[in-house]
């Protein structure tokens, strides 16, 4: 990794001065420290964002997350339309058309439909008023810079990128929209989940005291692959199957797991200094991805935070968050416990019928996020959470490398890090060779008996020289 003196302060300092962006710390993120601002007001949650002026939106990345943010996006309130749509292919582009109009009844124009690898620039250029980024994370970095670049806002999927050199590049896009006035929304879906927002807000106005340490856990079944076929290139191959490749997804501790792992940066208020990690592939049949990461995160103040996660099928799953404090626990979600295990606080769901609390919410998640986007947009508020999933991305691609490499990773090695994975740009489907070039890191140094011997030969010599000096 290459060295220079960037830390996230000076970053953001430096990158302000010279109109490039850093990021503006939101209000839960301000240091390592363990300070937290005072929470004031309980948190307001609206069903639909207000009614105004139509907002016209653009999908880029139109596979079934875009499908899926499209009809998100149109129920988060009135005078919303999707214009534009772009992807690499064209059987996302006409399945997502196809969609928006059987399911919601509006028909994007066939000449706002684009295909290829510019697609997204041809999605800029229209008249849209916002562009929801669901490509693989790869491309994150950079359609988030040219759509603020294009005074476009924004909504993004998470993660925020693959790589140190891409986190850098959307925390600047973030200063850059807030020096313009543009929203940026993300999916971290916790941070829009009532259960979780409320729970985040009983924590920070210290029910559990202050925090020492707690476990974060994605452990699922295998996700989807696609297997290749003689009709596809090498690119067009790993774009299909893009969830399993590194350079794409980022591995599965960042392109998944950066939820639970964004739920620790936000509870915390503020990101951990180092990791140490091990994980290996085991199952996978595509791709060039780990099957399981296990991580101990540390944090300035000496707290440590386990993370786990794992994509094997018939293993014992487990898919969420814990902290511990000085005055009890939390699941995160929707229960607080004190330190002999009884409740003390739960989250007030909506009854059934019979007088039961459900564990249903009023407004999904991933609709959540769409009408606090919209309501920033038309009510003039400043909105932007690209920092917030940067900063956890980051975690998420610390802990990473430190299970590639077996040793302990940085902080400060990462925001000064110059790693950008990936095929050399541009790219297009004439791309070869990255497949067969490309192999699975394994920690640490390989079983060598020669090197067993001569180290045996070399403890032999000091005993023996040491008891001639006795």
């Not at 009809?71 to 690499?88: H, Q, R, T, Y």
Request: aromatic residues 8%.
């Amino acid at each position: 990794m290459k060295k220079s003196s960037i830390s996230r302060r000076n970053f953001l300092s430096k990158a302000a001065t010279v109109g490039v962006a850093g990021v503006v710390a939101p209000t839960i993120i301000t240091s390592c420290t363990r300070e937290r601002k005072k929470v004031v007001a309980d948190p307001v949650f609206r069903d639909q964002a207000p009614d105004g002026p139509v907002l016209k939106a653009g999908i880029i990345g139109c596979g079934g997350r875009g499908t899926g943010a499209a009809s998100n996006f149109l129920d988060a309130g009135p005078n919303l339309k999707i214009v534009a749509l772009g992807d690499v292919f064209q059987d996302r582009v006409d399945a997502c058309r196809a969609n928006i109009l059987e399911q919601r009844g509006q028909e994007v124009p066939l000449e706002n439909c684009f295909v290829g690898f510019d697609n997204w620039l041809k999605v800029l250029n229209t008249d849209v008023d916002v562009v929801i980024l669901t490509t693989p994370p790869y491309f994150h970095p950079e359609h988030l810079a040219a759509a603020i670049d294009a005074r476009k806002h924004v909504f993004m999927e998470k993660p925020a990128c693959v790589d140190p050199v891409g986190a850098r590049s959307v925390m600047a896009s973030a200063q850059k929209a807030k020096g313009l006035g543009l929203c940026i929304g993300v999916g971290t879906q916790r941070h829009h989940q009532r259960d979780y927002v409320t729970t985040w807000h009983q924590v920070a106005q210290g029910a559990i005291g202050e925090i020492t340490g707690g476990n974060v856990w994605w452990n699922t079944g295998k996700v989807w692959h696609r297997d290749p076929t003689p009709e596809w290139g090498e690119m067009e191959y790993m774009l299909r199957d893009w969830n399993n490749w590194t350079w794409l997804a980022g591995d599965h501790i960042v392109e998944q797991h950066c939820h639970n792992i964004d739920v620790m940066t936000w509870f915390t208020g503020s990101h951990p200094v180092s990791a140490v990690g091990m994980g290996y592939r085991l199952r996978r049949p595509t791709g060039d991805m780990y099957d399981f990461f296990d991580v101990d995160f540390k944090y300035e103040d000496g707290r440590h935070f386990h993370s786990q996660c794992r994509q094997i099928d018939g293993c014992a799953n487990n898919v969420s968050e814990r902290m511990v404090g000085t005055k009890g626990s939390t699941n995160c979600q929707n229960l607080i416990l004190n330190h002999s295990g009884n409740e003390i606080w739960s989250y007030p769901y909506p009854l059934d019928e019979d007088g039961q609390p459900t564990r249903r919410l009023a407004v999904p998640a991933m609709i959540q996020e769409h009408i606090d986007l919209v309501t920033a947009i038309r009510t003039g508020a400043e909105y932007n959470e690209a920092e917030s999933i940067a900063i956890s991305t980051l975690v998420a691609i610390m802990g990473r490398e430190s299970a590639y490499s077996g040793k302990e990773v940085t902080w400060e090695e990462m925001m000064n890090s110059d790693l950008s994975i990936g095929p050399t740009r541009p790219l297009d489907f004439s791309k070869v060779g990255y497949v067969k070039s490309k192999t699975v890191p394994i920690a640490g140094i390989a079983y060598d008996p020669e090197e067993e011997k001569r180290q045996a030969a070399e403890r032999a010599a000091r005993q023996k020289a040491a008891a001639s000096a006795n």
